[in-house]
């Protein structure tokens, strides 16, 4: 098929489906070079042609078609790292729903070395040593905020206190917190 006819089929929903059995494994190598992960790979492929479909009315000149959807798979790739990268780096609870200091928080560190291990071992323990040493109404609303999500209105109602109470106590426990590790 010429680069011409290529162009004009693409404006079909039939002349899509050809364009993407006949792209879909040079995108997913693409995205795999990036990623180095076949799953991840899978779902930037997918979401590539979604987004090549949604958008194919942007696309002026139809014969850039590869380009095009090449340009659209690199960035769909770095987004997907990027939210794979940041997902890692979430918060860990450190709170079970009875309040209590979670035993598993140890083993969430991730590291590449030794060092770093023993390193991020230290720091948790020390976060959870000032953390076991706050009051239980401290505990209750780091609790109700970090773990169950609660709005600061949320909480407000459950512990029976104005919500600029306990924005003010979140951030004094916050700071209380840091000030001791540091």
């Known amino acids: 098929m010429s680069a011409k006819n290529k162009a004009d089929s693409i404006l079909n929903e039939d002349g899509f489906s050809l364009l993407f059995s006949e792209n879909y494994e040079k995108i997913y190598k693409l995205a795999l070079s990036f990623t180095y992960d076949e799953e991840l790979s899978k779902d930037v492929a997918q979401i590539t042609f979604m987004r090549a479909f949604e958008g194919l009315d942007k696309l002026k000149d139809k014969s850039k078609f590869d380009v095009w959807i090449r340009a659209i798979a690199v960035n769909v790739s770095k987004d997907m790292l990027r939210q794979k990268i940041n997902n890692r780096n979430k918060i860990v609870y450190l709170f079970d729903k009875d309040n209590n200091v979670l035993d598993y928080i140890h083993k969430t560190a991730r590291v590449d070395s030794i060092d770093e291990q023993y390193v991020k071992r230290e720091m948790l323990k020390d976060i959870l040593v000032h953390i076991?040493?706050?009051?239980?109404?401290?505990?209750?609303?780091?609790?109700?905020?970090?773990?169950?999500?609660?709005?600061?209105?949320?909480?407000?109602?459950?512990?029976?206190?104005?919500?600029?109470?306990?924005?003010?106590k979140l951030l004094r426990i916050k700071e209380k917190i840091t000030s001791k590790i540091k």
Request: proline share 0%; hydrophobic share 30%.
């Open 132 to 168: 076991d040493r706050l009051s239980l109404e401290e505990k209750k609303i780091l609790f109700l905020r970090h773990y169950k999500n609660y709005t600061y209105s949320e909480i407000a109602k459950h512990m029976n206190m104005k919500q600029s109470t306990v924005g003010m």
